[in-house]
Nanobody, 124 residues
Framework: QVQLVESGGGLVQAGASLRLTCAASGRTFRTTAMGWFRQAPGKEREFVSA????????YYADSVKDRFTISRDNVKDTLYLQMNSLKPEDTAVYYCASRWSSIAATRASLYDSWGQGTQVTVSP
């Protein structure tokens, strides 16, 4: 298992930027693919972005493409999500997740470790 702790959420106005951070410990971070998911009130958890172990494969949901950037630092055992041009519809709890594989994945069921989440609220 790997322990994941997200931070960096907050309340911002539309058009602003935030950077989420996910600090990992436990299972060797550099051996795992990582992902970001989000869940808005009354909605199911949805995929946001994923990155392979090496960082050479990255996926984005269409709704965040060209606005969000995922990255990882395998020395610091940290995952990032840079979010620009935020919209009210980006409001959600954001979770980072880890899977025991080198391959990035978009399905939540393929991830076996989850953080507690960080709230992002975007006002109009």
């Amino acid at each position: 298992q790997v322990q994941l702790v997200e931070s960096g959420g907050g309340l911002v106005q539309a058009g602003a930027s935030l950077r989420l951070t996910c600090a990992a410990s436990g299972r060797t971070f550099r051996t795992t693919a990582m992902g970001w998911f989000r869940q808005a009130p009354g909605k199911e958890r949805e995929f946001v972005s994923a990155i392979s172990r090496s960082g050479d494969t990255i996926y984005y949901a269409d709704s965040v493409k060209d606005r969000f950037t995922i990255s990882r630092d395998n020395v610091k055992d940290t995952l990032y999500l840079q979010m620009n041009s935020l919209k009210p519809e980006d409001t959600a709890v954001y979770y980072c997740a880890s899977r025991w594989s080198s391959i990035a994945a978009t399905r939540a069921s393929l991830y076996d470790s989850w953080g507690q989440g960080t709230q992002v609220t975007v006002s109009p």
